[in-house]
């Protein structure tokens, strides 16, 4: 059937939330979401919520299986796998996660068509079916200070994300949240193509808008949970069957 995952322990569910966290990052790579040591997703742990797990800083998106993750608590020490840990990726997440309870991951990278628009200040508009996901459901992070490692500049961006699913990060690029992790990577993935698709339609003429009341149908209709989930999974098979070794 075709629907979310329950567990009968937490050591199952950790399990799960890891192979798909490794399997984000190798779907950034092959989407060339990343840009030298920029960029991270993390997945809190079922048992301990106050830790999360995130990838090792220098290791290519490319490179991450399940057995090189990192697990981190909120103070930032490692409490299993080897480091190092990369210092914006806890400036950011471990405030997001802090902040928002009912989420289960959180990703972020310098793609190149989300940090194209987020020089713009602007949110997306309704230009598509796809980008309705985030119609209403997106923040705006006006600011930027330079690199993100002190914890009151990540408690901002938490407070700009509020209670949606998306930020875009003025001059930086994308932030994407979700109740797992498929969510919060597939978010990442659509909204990154909705730049994309935005900024070519403006360079090409003047877009027109779905309106209001379709707009927020839409939205109700593939902005869901469940949507984010299910539109992660064809991905997920993808990629493990193109590189099983993520599963390690
Ligand atoms: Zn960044």
């Not at 900024?199 to 209709?221: F, K, N, Y």
Request: net charge negative.
């Amino acid at each position: 059937m075709f629907e979310m995952p329950t567990f009968d322990s937490v050591e199952d569910e950790r399990l799960e939330r890891k192979q798909k966290l490794a399997a984000a990052y190798r779907l950034f790579a092959k989407f060339g979401f990343d840009e030298g040591v920029a960029g991270h997703i993390t997945a809190r742990d079922p048992e301990h919520h106050d830790r999360f797990w995130v990838n090792r800083v220098g290791q290519y998106f490319g490179q991450v299986r399940v057995s090189t993750l990192l697990c981190v608590d909120h103070t930032g020490r490692i409490v299993e796998g080897d480091g190092p840990l990369n210092a914006a990726a806890f400036a950011i997440h471990s405030q997001v996660h802090a902040a928002r309870p009912d989420v289960v991951a959180a990703a972020h990278s310098h793609s190149k068509y989300g940090r194209a628009w987020s020089t713009l200040a602007r949110l997306l508009d309704p230009l598509t079916q796809d980008a309705c996901a985030f119609y209403g459901d997106h923040g705006l992070f006006d600011d930027y200070t330079g690199l993100v490692v002190d914890l009151e500049e990540g408690k901002r961006i938490a407070h700009a994300l509020g209670g949606s699913k998306a930020a875009i990060l003025r001059n930086h690029g994308l932030l994407t949240v979700g109740h797992s992790v498929d969510e919060a990577a597939w978010w990442f993935i659509t909204m990154e193509r909705s730049c994309e698709v935005q900024l070519m339609a403006e360079a090409a003429g003047t877009p027109v808008l779905i309106d209001h009341a379709q707009a927020s149908t839409t939205a109700r209709q593939v902005g869901s949970h469940f949507g984010g989930w299910a539109s992660f999974q064809p991905l997920y098979d993808r990629i493990v069957t193109e590189q099983p070794d993520l599963l390690d």
